[in-house]
């Protein structure tokens, strides 16, 4: 995951700041911790599957 980081660092000072490519990557290194929070705690899972299940009885 540490690669993906350094990617989007690269990415993001290669670009033009306003650009879309400079915001994916900032939105991507701001958000960093909880994209790679699943890596500390195994017992987390990869999925939405419990939110979107529960949303399907008020949709």
């Known amino acids: 995951m540490s690669r993906s980081k350094l990617k989007s660092r ?5 670009a033009l700041p306003k650009s879309v490519l400079a915001k994916a990557c ?7 911790v909880r994209l790679t929070r699943f890596l500390e705690y195994p ?4 999925s939405n599957n419990l939110a979107e ?6 949709a």
Do not use: G, I, K
């Open 10 to 14: 690269a990415a993001r000072s290669d």
């Open 26 to 32: 900032n939105y991507t290194l701001t958000l960093w």
């Open 43 to 46: 017992e987390l899972e990869l």
């Open 53 to 58: 299940n529960a949303m399907r009885p008020v």
